[in-house]
């Protein structure tokens, strides 16, 4: 392996088409304000680096990036990579990630609207995600720890596995192909939907109009809290400890629960025959 240490940059392409290299201790900051410094280059390690400037590391195969600060000037930082590693990093620029394949991160913090767009096999553990639109159209997902807070999170997304999580955001999963999310906080409004194949295990749900227009929708031992208009049009197969505020109109399925606080029938454009069912009490069809 090659190394540099401690050295700054600040003039465009600086590193370009580097490989086999360890960066370490470097500034990449300055008058000049360059950009791509770290682009087309290959099996390299960043560590212990302060990112200041823009587009550094695109198009590179083999890359990882442990202990490094990525200012909010150092904009869109991975693109079209492959093979990325990520620890203990601070990712604040705009979208800080898209379009890359095989992809960890542990224990990174990220403050960073539009992050991970259109990536694959993607692998978290731990770490903060502060994100406006988060991993839009991205696949293939095994995320574990995660606290998340933001909008529009996990839109377009496919064969997620998600576990042990917090998520504060609304519209989160909207059009979401094949993801289950185990033991896990999901608290937003509009959760899901248009999603197939979303499936919710012991988890606690709360916000306004969950769950609608979903296709193949299971809830294992869930919580609902606060949860009006829920169901709506779905498709759904739900077990549900404690209360459900309210249910309007699902499509087909059966929602057991403890108990509802309302239970809307009426004024339903699609033909509903879902059984809902209160433990203990007769059940109830939809007309």
């Not at 504060?168 to 993801?179: C, G």
């Not at 759904?236 to 109109?249: E, M, T, Y």
Request: aromatic share 12%; proline share 1%; charged share 30%.
């Amino acid at each position: 392996m090659n190394y540099i240490e401690g050295k700054t940059y600040q003039e465009e392409r600086a590193l370009y088409n580097i490989k086999d290299t360890v960066v370490e201790n470097c500034r990449f900051a300055g008058e000049e304000d360059g950009e791509s410094f770290l682009k087309e280059c290959r099996n390299i390690t960043v560590k212990n680096c302060y990112m200041d400037l823009r587009y550094p590391m695109w198009h590179v195969d083999g890359i990882s990036v442990i202990n490094c600060e990525m200012t909010g000037n150092c904009r869109a930082a991975l693109w079209y990579d492959n093979g990325v590693y990520i620890e203990n990093c601070r990712m604040n620029g705009i979208k800080a990630l898209r379009e890359c394949n095989g992809v960890t991160l542990k224990g990174a913090v990220a403050n960073s609207p539009e992050f991970g767009w259109r990536c694959r096999d993607i692998k978290i553990r731990g770490g903060k995600i502060v994100s406006e639109y988060a991993f839009f159209g991205s696949a293939d997902a095994d995320i574990d720890g995660l606290e998340f807070s933001g909008k529009y999170s996990f839109q377009y997304t496919k064969n997620l596995k998600i576990a042990n999580c917090a998520f504060k955001t609304k519209d989160a999963f909207w059009h979401a192909e094949n993801v289950t999310v185990t033991d896990s906080v999901l608290d937003g409004e509009y959760l899901g939907w248009y999603s197939d194949g979303l499936t919710l295990v012991r988890c606690r749900i709360s916000g306004t109009q969950p769950l609608c227009y979903c296709k193949n929708l299971k809830l294992i031992e869930c919580t609902m809290e606060n949860c009006d208009l829920s169901f709506e049009y779905s498709d759904v197969d739900a077990d549900i400890n404690g209360a459900v505020f309210s249910v309007k109109n699902p499509k087909s399925g059966k929602i057991v629960a403890d108990s509802y606080g309302e239970i809307i029938l009426s004024d339903s454009k699609y033909k509903c025959e879902a059984e809902i069912e209160e433990r203990n009490k007769n059940l109830r069809r939809a007309q």
